[in-house]
């Protein structure tokens, strides 16, 4: 009776939160979140399939909306091999839920997120010049770069380091200071160019405020106030079993990577660096995630204020056209969100399989998480299986209802897939007749109206007005609402 009253006073007082910031993540049917099981389950025999050809050894996908999980699976091996000729392990390691992931470059996320927390507690402006903090900017070439440039990879500095940093003697202070010495590739603000060079030199900036290193720092700030206990830079030898295996890397004497960060800088910078490190599972990442698409909070706890937020989602790169970019994560980047893509649709991906999406219009996110660099990085893009885990998601929900297909329609007419209005126009009408249909539950009208539905974009492809991707899009969401109506 007293943790009724308790949980009842907790909700009563907090008008303003949301079931799911107070509760948390709860697993729940696709129905209760007006999402179709099938495509879901469709997703199932695209991850199998790109398994059997050796896309990956394994993946975990989680799926969430409205703060309910609604498909959460894993398939595959986590650990299958012993070498990089694929010769294969006599005891194979299955993957599981709970396997936890080296998540490469999404944790330049919680480098990000860290840099505005302390952007939230007064430290710096964003766009103050990094040699106000660090005076190995203090020189003629990187005195204008800003802290916003940094995070938004338009500071002018190249990719990553000109050397491996793992055959340069030094200690790990050594090495930070041989990678912000790199010179410049471009002016300051004069190109987008993604670099691992800005998330070090942010996780120095993070260390240098706080004096803390950076893996304690995002403990004690982010992890352990969002109970994400499957997440840790250099995990412990005991999590092995429970880690996904990556590459083996003779190049750096380093054997079969396995527990122990993927990326070379990052390993040689004692496992612990602002563009790499992190590990964590799909359930600590979907925790994660929602704390963003609560504006900064989850269950009771704040991790940014709402003005950090809506800053770092925000495109600052709006004069870099397809590179859009928020404070730490790519916006609306069609190429592995798909149709959830959207102006503030926010998410990143990891060389060694990894990928986030998270979609605030639509309170969803997508969690691909898979391990393509066992036993070697030579293998077949992800990125494929990454759009596909994406495009099933919106067919979930969009093709839930005659409704939710006009708000799909309205969402690439915003994106401009359309030749002009009055192809938006005439889909939108003819979705209009199918909601009235469905809204009186007549299941044939509803059937023969999509079959018109079907001839209208199909004269729209033939008249150039849609392209043959916004065609099979638009095909695949009617296909699975007729499904529902047969």
């Known amino acids: 009776m007293y943790a009724f009253v308790l949980v009842f006073t907790m909700l009563s007082v907090q008008p303003q939160a949301t079931q799911a910031e107070i509760l948390g993540l709860q697993p729940d049917s696709p129905e209760n979140v007006e999402m179709l099981q099938q ?13 059997s050809e050796k896309v990956m050894p394994g993946a975990v996908v989680l799926i969430a909306r409205d703060g309910k999980v609604v498909k959460h699976d894993a ?3 986590a650990a299958r091999y012993v070498d990089d000729d694929f010769t294969e392990m006599d005891e194979p390691i299955e993957m599981h839920e709970d396997t936890i992931f080296d998540m490469a470059s999404i944790s330049k996320l919680f480098t990000a997120v860290a840099v505005m927390q302390l952007w939230d507690q007064g430290h710096f402006d964003l766009d103050d010049v990094v040699a106000d903090y660090l005076p190995e900017y203090d020189t003629e070439e990187k005195e204008e770069i800003t802290i916003k440039q940094l995070l938004t990879h338009t500071s002018g500095e190249k990719a990553g380091p000109s050397q491996p940093l793992y055959d340069i003697e030094g200690t790990r202070a050594d090495l930070l200071d041989f990678t912000m010495a790199e010179p410049l590739l471009n002016e300051p603000g004069a190109e987008y160019v993604y670099s691992d060079i800005n998330y070090i030199t942010l996780g120095v900036l993070i260390e240098r405020l706080t004096g803390e290193r950076q893996d304690a720092y995002v403990e004690e700030n982010i992890i352990e106030p969002l109970g994400m206990g499957d997440t840790m830079y250099n995990p412990s030898e005991d999590l092995k079993s429970r880690i ?11 054997g079969l990577v396995w527990g122990s960060v993927h990326d070379e800088k990052a390993w040689a910078l004692d496992g612990v660096a602002g563009h790499a490190g992190v590990f964590s599972s799909a359930s600590d990442m979907a925790v994660f995630l929602q704390m963003l698409l609560n504006e ?9 204020s709402d003005e950090a937020f809506n800053l770092m989602n925000i495109n600052w790169n709006t004069d870099y056209p397809g590179q859009d970019h928020g404070l ?15 102006e503030n649709t ?11 999406v998270a979609s605030p219009d639509l309170d969803t996110m997508a969690i691909l998480l898979t391990n393509r660099v066992h036993p070697t990085r030579e293998t077949v893009s992800t990125n494929s299986i990454r759009k596909k885990t994406s495009s099933l998601t919106a067919n979930a929900i969009y093709a839930w209802d005659a409704k939710n297909m006009q708000r799909l329609v309205e969402s690439l007419n915003k994106k401009e897939e359309f030749k002009d209005e009055t192809v938006a126009r005439s889909l939108s009408l003819h979705l209009k007749a199918v909601e009235h249909y ?5 299941s044939e009208k509803v059937r023969k109206h999509l079959a018109g539905f079907n001839s209208l974009i199909e004269y729209h492809l033939e008249n150039e ?3 043959e991707e916004v065609y099979e899009t638009l095909l695949s969401h009617s296909d699975y609402l007729v499904n529902q109506w047969k």
Do not use: C, K
């Open 39 to 51: 495509p879901l389950d469709d997703l199932d025999g695209e991850i199998e399939e790109a398994i």
């Open 75 to 77: 398939y595959g091996y």
């Open 244 to 254: 996904a295996a990556t590459e083996e890397q003779p190049w750096a004497d380093r």
């Open 296 to 304: 900064g909070s989850y269950q009771e706890v704040d991790i940014l």
């Open 328 to 342: 730490g994560w790519d916006l609306n980047q069609d190429w592995y969100m798909d149709v959830l893509a959207e």
């Open 346 to 356: 926010f998410g990143h991906t990891g060389y060694t399989g990894t990928s986030v």
């Open 438 to 442: 469905e809204n009186t539950g007549h």
């Open 465 to 467: 007005a849609i392209s």
